[in-house]
């Protein structure tokens, strides 16, 4: 392994690539996103698309620099081989963990997810491509035993299995989150049409969608549904709508209480993660006791989404949940520091 690959030259590389994907020329990108489609039928353009303009974000220069400097990083005299086990609900879901231990200096072996290896793949043959230097510090592999680290995301049910197999290892293993929505029945329709992507864009299935909603009242559900009614186009694809009419028939069997627009299901419930198609509320009287309940759920929450607020001051913005900034780290545990310890 080269040990000459300072921090400031991985750093450039990654601005590169970023600089590389605003360049994207139309050809190119549509050869890519068909590759990707082609193995997931869920992988959208408009999916694909953003998941590019998200990566993008996280490549900007300020927010690099700015995210690095907040660290001492040391380069590592014997970079540690970091195992990352990657999900593939979204497109290149997994590019932050990749980012993350290849700007620490370690080595990342990649086991890719069956659902998304065409973004991911391409993404890192740019990079080494514009630093031949990451060549060595890369490997995809089908098994990823005998690492010196290990960060996996899955399900609950995966995870108690990365824990038996990786916990005597140090190690970052993240099961299901998702997130919820305030609404305090003062939001504009700005508001809640910017709300309408952090419950639609990638279908709802990224751990950053909306799964659930907290109201004050029925009537703020009524509204819902007329606001978002711009994002129907969700039902045009035919894995979306397959599920939204399952979902509706069973409720409809069963006799459960609903409201429907024609593409999205509101059920009353006090579970947090909401079948695709069906977005849960559930009703709260104060923000005192719903931020007593939440606090009660945080181990099971990624982003609260709100409007301005002094009892919950770190609410997302409407329409933001997609837009993570590097030091927004999945299940909020810092991954650069955990890395950073292993040197």
């Given at each position: 392994m080269n040990s000459e690959f300072p921090l400031a030259d991985r750093i450039s590389a990654f601005i590169r690539l970023g600089f590389q994907l605003s360049?994207?020329?139309?050809?190119?990108?549509h050869t890519l996103f068909q590759e990707a489609q082609n193995q997931n039928a869920w992988f959208t353009y408009q999916s694909l698309n953003q998941a590019l303009e998200g990566i993008k974000i996280l490549l900007e220069k300020k927010a690099l620099e700015l995210w690095v400097s907040r660290y001492s990083l040391v380069e590592p005299s014997h970079p540690s081989q970091v195992g990352l086990m990657l999900a593939g609900n979204i497109p290149g879901v997994g590019f932050h963990d990749i980012l993350a231990v290849l700007i620490s200096g370690h080595v990342a072996c990649i086991k890719l997810s069956s659902q998304d290896t065409a973004l991911p793949l391409w993404l890192l043959n740019q990079l080494k491509a514009i630093e031949p230097r990451f060549s060595?510090?890369?490997?995809i592999e089908d098994l990823i035993k005998n690492k010196q680290a290990y960060i996996a995301t899955g399900s609950d049910n995966s995870a108690r299995y990365f824990h038996y197999?990786?916990?005597?290892?140090?190690?970052?293993?993240?099961?299901?989150?998702?997130?919820?929505?305030?609404?305090?029945?003062?939001?504009?329709?700005?508001?809640?049409?910017?709300l309408g992507h952090d419950i639609f864009d990638y279908f709802g299935l990224g751990c950053r969608n909306i799964s659930k909603i907290y109201v004050r009242d029925k009537e703020q559900l009524t509204s819902l549904l007329d606001e978002i009614q711009s994002f129907e186009w969700v039902a045009n694809h035919h894995k979306y709508f397959n599920n939204y009419e399952y979902n509706?028939?069973?409720?409809?069997?069963?006799?459960?209480?609903?409201?429907?627009?024609?593409?999205?299901?509101?059920?009353?419930?006090?579970?947090?993660v909401s079948p695709i198609a069906v977005l849960y509320y559930e009703l709260y009287t104060n923000l005192e006791d719903l931020k007593e309940k939440l606090q009660l759920l945080d181990s099971k929450i990624q982003c609260m989404v709100g409007g301005a607020s002094a009892i919950l001051p770190d609410l997302v913005p409407f329409g933001h949940t997609q837009c993570p900034a590097p030091w927004d780290y999945a299940d909020r545990v810092d991954t650069l520091k955990f890395l950073q310890e292993l040197t």
């Open positions: 360049d994207l020329k139309e050809e190119e990108m060595d510090r890369i490997f197999y990786f916990g005597k290892y140090p190690h970052l293993i993240r099961s299901n989150r998702t997130s919820v929505a305030i609404l305090q029945g003062n939001e504009s329709s700005a508001e809640i049409q910017a509706k028939s069973i409720y409809l069997v069963n006799g459960t209480p609903h409201l429907d627009n024609g593409f999205l299901l509101l059920k009353e419930s006090v579970d947090l």
